[in-house]
C-alpha cells in the first residue's frame, strides 16, 4: 500500500551534478515510514547502499560517496531526496530508492538510472 518513485535520472559528465527525488505515496498514515535509504547497483555489480536517513534526519554515507552525496528527507512531502555533486563515472549505476517501515516490509521503487560519461 505504499509506492516509491524515483525521478531525476539522467546522463551526465564526470564532474557534474545531479539531483534524485523520491515520493512516497499510499496509506503513509497506517505504514508509517522510519528509515529511507537509496540503493544503486550496475550490471554485474552488486547492490550497494549508497545513503540512509532516518525519520529524524540521522543521515548514514557509503564511504565512496562521503563528502559528494547528500542525502535529505521532508517528512511532511513525503519525498527524500539524493544530491550527487563531483559525479564520477563509476557512480554509474540505478538508483534504486527504498522505505523501511516501523514495523512490515520494506518497500522498494523500480530505480532510475544514472550515467556520467568521461
Known amino acids: 500500500q505504499v509506492q516509491l518513485v524515483e525521478t531525476g535520472g539522467g546522463l551526465v559528465q564526470a564532474g557534474g551534478s545531479l539531483r534524485l527525488s523520491c515520493a512516497a505515496s499510499?496509506?503513509?498514515?497506517?505504514?508509517?515510514?522510519?528509515?529511507m535509504s537509496w540503493y544503486r547497483q550496475a550490471p554485474g555489480d552488486r547492490r550497494e547502499l549508497v545513503a540512509s536517513?532516518?525519520?529524524?534526519?540521522?543521515?548514514n554515507y557509503a564511504d565512496s560517496v562521503k563528502g559528494r552525496f547528500t542525502i535529505s528527507r521532508d517528512n511532511a512531502k513525503n519525498t527524500v531526496d539524493l544530491q550527487m555533486n563531483n559525479l564520477k563515472p563509476e557512480d554509474t549505476a540505478v538508483y534504486i530508492c527504498?522505505?523501511?517501515?516501523?514495523?512490515?516490509?520494506?518497500?522498494w521503487g523500480k530505480g532510475t538510472l544514472v550515467t556520467v560519461s568521461s
Open positions: 499510499g496509506n503513509l498514515h497506517r505504514f508509517s515510514i522510519n528509515t
Open positions: 536517513v532516518s525519520s529524524g534526519g540521522s543521515a
Open positions: 527504498s522505505a523501511a517501515p516501523y514495523y512490515g516490509r520494506d518497500y
